[in-house]
């Protein structure tokens, strides 16, 4: 499926439908993603409930099958100082498909703006639900943590 608008939302089926509203969204901010990794639990879901802090640079997902608990990328660093706070659907749905996005460096492999687009499992809206500036270094390693 490809996005479909519905009013003011876009909604979609697939992670690549959150890759294109990622890339869209990063174009406008600026700092356009170009590396993506689709987040999965241990457990083998793709859903999860998710909590944030942009001020601090903190985002963790929460499993809806097991329950495990993940910071997200280098999230873990700054969580002591963060104030997350969760996240919810416009249809009031809390459990979404998470894919972070990432802008890089100028010729670099370094992290310089972190995206973490959703597609909600009841609705199928898809958004970018939060972003930050963020100097996490090494893209792949960062990549490997979301």
């Known amino acids: 499926m490809t996005l479909q608008k519905k009013g003011k939302y876009w909604y979609g ?5 959150i890759e294109a ?9 600026g700092y356009t993603a170009v590396k993506f990794s689709l987040s999965a639990c241990a ?7 998710l909590e944030s802090d942009e001020d601090e640079g903190v985002a963790r997902r929460t499993c809806v099958r097991c329950g495990v608990i993940h910071f997200m990328g280098d999230s873990a660093e700054y ?9 919810e659907c416009i249809c009031d749905a809390e ?16 992290v310089r703006w972190y995206y973490i ?7 199928h809206l898809v958004g970018v639900f939060a972003d930050w500036k963020c ?6 390693a960062f990549l490997s943590q979301t």
């Open 135 to 140: 100097e996490a270094g090494d893209a792949d």
């Open 21 to 29: 509203e990622v890339i869209a969204y990063s174009k406008a901010n």
């Open 79 to 87: 969580a002591s100082e963060a104030q997350v706070e969760r996240h």
């Open 117 to 123: 687009g959703c597609r909600c499992a009841s609705c």
């Open 43 to 49: 457990c083998g879901s793709s859903l999860f409930k």
């Open 13 to 17: 089926s697939t992670p690549q439908d």
């Open 95 to 110: 459990a979404f498909e998470l894919l972070s996005g990432i802008a890089l460096y100028a010729d670099s492999n370094d």
